[in-house]
């Protein structure tokens, strides 16, 4: 099945400092959501790309979208301690219509001190 | 609007005994799913459900069984515990239309001794 390659798996900054998660994947992807899990609770979605080079933002959140539509980032500028928690991908496989399965990726947990 | 609602929160079983997880809806969401979720291994996908009397398996689906009789409702259903069962089961939904955001439950915590 297809596989969704999620680095790095922890990071841990200090609080003004950047972060950037990275999800690569072997096949060409339909789309990619994005999720954050707070520690102890449950993944809470944030946003979905679904063109080829798309850009996002969400106030200091930037998500990107490779132009293969095989890789995507999520970059946070100057991290607060409000971002602590597990960040994650999620990969819908091209072709396979609106019903399509997502693929999570392995996580990348962020730690964040003062 | 409860959302996507989980019972229990926590169980613990005995190897060999059998029990359900309950998922309930209130979003009229056709689709719904259940994942399983252990250290470093993300988020894996168990069975799903397109709308009532469809189900299919996902990544992961020996030793579940699921059953879609309504569309508020897909339980879980676990025939034999056994200790590799032991995780954070998350039940979730979306619409089929839109932008297909998944909405998840708060989790059920099992531990299979």
């Known amino acids: 099945g297809q596989q969704v390659m999620q680095i790095p798996q922890y990071q841990h900054v200090q609080e003004g400092e950047d972060f950037t998660t990275y999800c690569n994947s072997s096949t060409t992807l339909s789309n990619i959501q994005w999720y954050k899990q707070r520690p102890g609770g449950h993944p809470v979605f944030l946003i979905q790309l679904v063109k080829s080079g798309e850009v996002k933002k969400q106030k200091r959140l930037t998500f990107q979208f490779g132009e293969a539509k095989k890789n995507s980032s999520l970059h946070i500028t100057a991290t607060q301690t409000t971002d602590v928690g597990t960040y994650f991908c999620a990969a819908g496989s091209e072709g396979t219509g609106t019903a399509s399965k997502l693929t999570f990726g392995t996580g990348t947990r962020l730690q964040v001190t003062l | 609007n409860a959302g996507v609602t989980q019972t229990p929160k926590f169980q613990v079983l005995k190897t060999g005994q059998s029990m359900t997880l309950q998922c309930a809806q209130d979003m009229n969401h056709e689709y719904m799913s259940w994942y399983r979720q252990d250290p470093g291994m993300g988020l894996r996908l168990i069975h799903y459900?397109?709308?009532?009397?469809?189900?299919d398996q996902g990544e992961v689906p020996n030793g579940y069984n699921v059953s879609r009789s309504t569309t508020e409702d897909f339980p879980l259903r676990l025939l034999s515990a056994a200790p590799s069962q032991t995780s954070v089961y998350f039940c979730a939904t979306k619409s089929l239309a839109g932008v297909y955001e998944q909405y998840f439950g708060p989790g059920t915590r099992l531990t299979v001794t």
């Open positions: 459900s397109v709308g009532a009397g469809i189900t």
